[in-house]
């Protein structure tokens, strides 16, 4: 990584959480995807069998801490 890309890292890891999260769903945004259609399908699909007590989900914390151990 650049060291502009590591400043840039280093700011964004340092703003809180709320505000990560608001920056990487604008990253995310701009990212081209070509299957956007079935991603927006899927979501709504999850989306439902969550409203209909079909799957509890689990707190953010959770997927975050998962999240992090894919990476590792």
């Known amino acids: 990584m650049t060291e502009s890309k590591n400043a840039v890292l280093e700011a964004a890891l340092a ?3 709320s505000e990560r999260v608001e920056l990487a769903n604008t990253l995310y945004e701009s990212l081209p995807l070509e299957d956007d259609d ?6 709504d699909c999850r989306l439902e069998e969550h409203i209909r007590g079909r799957d509890p989900g689990v707190p953010v914390e959770q997927m975050f801490r998962q999240l992090r151990e894919r990476r590792t």
């Not at 079935?38 to 979501?43: G, R, S």
């Open 15 to 17: 703003l809180p959480i």
């Open 38 to 43: 079935l991603l927006v399908a899927e979501l």
